[in-house]
Nanobody
């Protein structure tokens, strides 16, 4: 009913920047919390950042000052600007949205398919 499509991942060198995007489509009435998570090989998925519908943000400590989350409510899109990337940022990055469905007005927790970010040293 709802699809999240991510883009912007890739292979970069340490110190470089990347911007991830995630666009939602489908049966959408509204979207509340949006967020980014990541999962490195052999590790659990962890929170990167979240942003509420009114723009309040929250970051994991290791990302503060380097990553910036933003959203465009008109486009149902969330972004993650990543600066000063480090090899330990290498992971699959997933977007997440709390979507209220147009058809049922029920909340649906949607996930993107993931986009690979690889940072070489």
């Amino acid at each position: 009913q709802v699809q999240l499509v991510e883009s912007g991942g890739g292979l970069v060198q340490a110190g470089d920047s990347l911007r991830l995007s995630c666009a939602a489509s489908g049966s959408i009435f509204s979207i509340g919390l949006m967020g980014w998570y990541r999962q490195a090989p052999g590790k659990q998925r962890e929170l990167v950042a979240t942003i509420t519908s009114d723009g309040s943000t929250n970051y994991a400590d290791s990302m503060k000052g380097r990553f910036t989350i933003s959203r465009d409510n008109a486009k149902n899109t969330v972004y993650l600007q990543m600066n000063s990337l480090k090899p330990e940022d290498t992971a699959v990055y997933y977007c997440n949205m709390g979507v209220v469905l147009r058809t049922t007005r029920l909340r649906y927790n949607a996930w993107g398919q993931g986009t690979q970010v690889t940072v070489s040293s």
